[in-house]
């Protein structure tokens, strides 16, 4: 399994605990922070930023690949986009929450979202909400 990873490096406890909610080995994590002015059209900076991706595409088509997305909802669904379009399908999101009343914040693995399922169910007409 390929972990693209657009937001903060992971910890092996982390990573220890997405590799339970997977059900399977994380062979490979390419942490790919993305940071744009935004104060600058966003779109041709991401254009850039994703030229330096360290993986080709083809790489990214073939692997199981599970993805945790930044903060900034626009990045992500720009990120959500150019995914779609290498892989043909959309990717399995790693949902990462703050432990409640943790001090300093701790972060820990919180779900898995399956998007390709929401949008295969979506695609056959029911209705989620």
């Given at each position: 399994?390929?972990?693209?990873?657009?937001?903060?490096?992971?910890?092996?406890?982390?990573?220890?605990?997405?590799?339970?909610?997977?059900?399977?080995?994380?062979?490979?994590?390419?942490?790919?922070?993305?940071?744009?002015?935004?104060?600058?059209?966003?779109?041709?900076?991401?254009?850039?930023?994703?030229?330096?991706?360290?993986?080709?595409?083809?790489?990214?088509?073939?692997?199981?690949?599970?993805?945790?997305?930044?903060?900034?909802?626009?990045l992500?669904?720009?990120?959500?986009?150019?995914?779609h379009?290498?892989?043909?399908?959309?990717?399995?999101?790693?949902?990462?929450?703050?432990?409640?009343?943790?001090?300093?914040p701790?972060?820990?693995?919180?779900e898995?979202?399956?998007?390709q399922?929401?949008?295969?169910?979506?695609?056959?007409?029911?209705?989620?909400?």
């Amino acid at each position: 399994m390929l972990l693209i990873n657009f937001s903060l490096p992971l910890n092996q406890g982390q990573l220890r605990q997405a590799e339970s909610l997977l059900r399977e080995s994380i062979d490979q994590v390419i942490n790919f922070p993305i940071h744009l002015d935004s104060d600058l059209p966003i779109l041709p900076q991401f254009k850039i930023a994703m030229k330096e991706f360290p993986l080709p595409a083809e790489k990214v088509r073939i692997e199981p690949v599970v993805v945790i997305l930044p903060a900034a909802n626009y990045l992500a669904a720009l990120i959500l986009a150019e995914l779609h379009a290498w892989m043909d399908y959309f990717p399995i999101i790693l949902r990462i929450r703050m432990q409640p009343y943790s001090l300093p914040p701790r972060y820990e693995v919180a779900e898995l979202i399956n998007l390709q399922e929401t949008e295969d169910s979506s695609a056959r007409g029911f209705n989620l909400g």
